[in-house]
């Protein structure tokens, strides 16, 4: 008997030691996100107009948790979920779990994938649905930004060049090749290759677009979808056969002169296909100068895109995009703001449109408080001619279709506040003011917009 007890835990002990050898790590973390907002006139149209009132306040939060499985230094898994956004009584539909009685369904699968190191070599592999961003060094990428299934290859040759490449596919509308539905698939394929000097950044980077000619790019609801069905077509057309697209630019970075910092972006983007109507293709520049000062920090940026001429039988002049997070303010824009927040009401790429604005961005006199001032003119680069075909506003989350007879003024007022070391305040006072011509749309019954927001967000 104590022999067979003995033979037992030795089994045990092996036992464990394997499950031992083969066991991961767990860590989590994320953020909760509360926003409380009011907004006034964000398609730039007085609800109260023939008696009819306005929703004007909100509440909404949402959930993001990333766990990363870590099995040694040289493999992990990552899952990222989210939970909302949860409008506060809502329920409908989408049963968002708002509503009385919560219960809502809105978990997503944002991320999901693995990170290995090819063996005896320094290539990392990302593999999954991940986060892939162009290079964007002043207001994030007017391209792409955004969650996608991908291969991510990336490669350290010094402290000072690395090389990250790509293949990522963003649409397959059908698996398989049932039906009539063969070529219905979207593939990009990227190189970026950062260069870090003294003082000096500069990562050049370009990608390739091969876009079947079967590919719907209607399917589905999410803004990033709707986005790209906008952002690769001309106006009034869809994709041609046999259609390509490509892109290219450099972000450069100097900081040599601190405490003055300068930036610039600079791309070109076309797509080609055989109807010259439908094609697409453009380019835009952007840059700031900062000076950081002990209690501010000064700056100015601008930018320049090119827009559509007056004939629209030749295509689109506008740079086109897949999914961008391009941001120079908080209220206007996509990428700068508080977590959640109603953002891209003049335009989600900046394309098609100039501007410049000055900024007192960082001003602190108390400990933990912070302060941002924003002021920014815009103006379209869209001949005027195009209003016969266009309207101001083409689509709910790709912003105004600006001419170069319309103008912008957007003012933000923002404070940051850090309650505890893992509780951010997040105040958002935003004003929007558009001046479209008369003249070329018929009409000059649009309504200044307004923004108001609060928003809580915990870190762990």
Do not use: C
Not at 199 to 204: E, R
Not at 217 to 230: D, F, H, M, V, W
């Amino acid at each position: 008997m104590k022999r067979i007890v003995t033979l037992m835990l030795a089994a045990m002990l092996v036992l464990g030691s394997v499950a031992g050898a083969s066991a991961a790590d767990i860590k989590v973390k994320g953020q909760w996100d509360f926003a409380f907002q009011w907004l006034d006139n964000t398609d730039f149209q007085d609800g109260e107009q023939d008696g009819n009132s306005e929703d004007d306040f909100g509440a909404v939060q949402r959930l993001r948790t990333q766990i990363d499985i870590i099995a040694s230094e040289n493999l992990r898994g990552v899952v990222f979920f989210e939970m909302g956004d949860t409008i506060w009584g809502r329920a409908g539909s989408t049963d968002q779990g708002g509503a009385l009685g919560a219960d809502g369904r809105t978990v997503e699968v944002k991320r999901s994938y693995i990170d290995w190191t090819v063996p005896n070599t320094d290539l990392m592999v990302r593999m999954g649905i991940q986060g892939l961003a162009l290079p964007g060094a002043v207001a994030g990428s007017p391209i792409l930004d955004d969650d996608v299934a991908a291969l991510t290859l990336s490669y350290k040759f010094s402290d000072m060049v690395s090389l990250t490449g790509f293949w990522a596919r963003p649409y397959d509308t059908s698996s398989g090749n049932s039906g009539n539905v063969q070529n219905d698939e979207i593939d990009l394929f990227g190189a970026i290759l950062p260069v870090s000097l003294d003082g000096v950044k500069i990562t050049p980077w370009a990608m390739f677009g091969s876009i079947g000619e079967d590919v719907d790019l209607t399917t589905g609801n999410s803004a990033s979808r709707t986005q790209a069905a906008y952002g690769l077509t001309s106006i009034g057309y869809g994709l041609a056969e046999e259609t390509t697209a490509w892109w290219g630019g450099a972000s450069f970075e100097v900081s040599m002169f601190s405490p003055l910092s300068v930036k610039l972006d600079a791309m070109y983007g076309a797509v080609d296909g055989d109807d010259e109507e439908a094609d697409r293709s453009g380019w835009l520049v952007i840059g700031s100068v900062d000076y950081k000062m002990d209690m501010m920090t000064p700056g100015i940026f601008a930018w320049y895109a090119s827009g559509d001429d007056d004939d629209d039988t030749n295509g689109s002049e506008r740079m086109p995009y897949i999914s961008p997070d391009f941001g120079p303010t908080s209220f206007g824009f996509d990428k700068v703001g508080a977590p959640i927040a109603t953002d891209s009401l003049v335009s989600v790429s900046g394309t098609g449109m100039w501007g410049v604005g000055v900024q007192l961005a960082n001003i602190s006199f108390v400990e933990n408080l912070k302060h941002t001032v924003r002021v920014v003119y815009m103006e379209g680069t869209n001949d005027e001619d195009m209003a016969s075909v266009a309207s101001i506003r083409p689509d709910a989350v790709n912003g105004l279709y600006l001419t170069d007879k319309d103008s912008a003024i957007e003012v933000n007022f923002d404070h940051f506040y850090k309650i505890y070391e893992n509780l951010d305040l997040i105040v958002e006072m935003g004003y929007i003011k558009l001046d479209a011509d008369e003249d070329t749309w018929g009409s000059d019954d649009f309504s200044d917009a307004w923004k108001l927001g609060f928003n809580l967000k915990y870190s762990f």
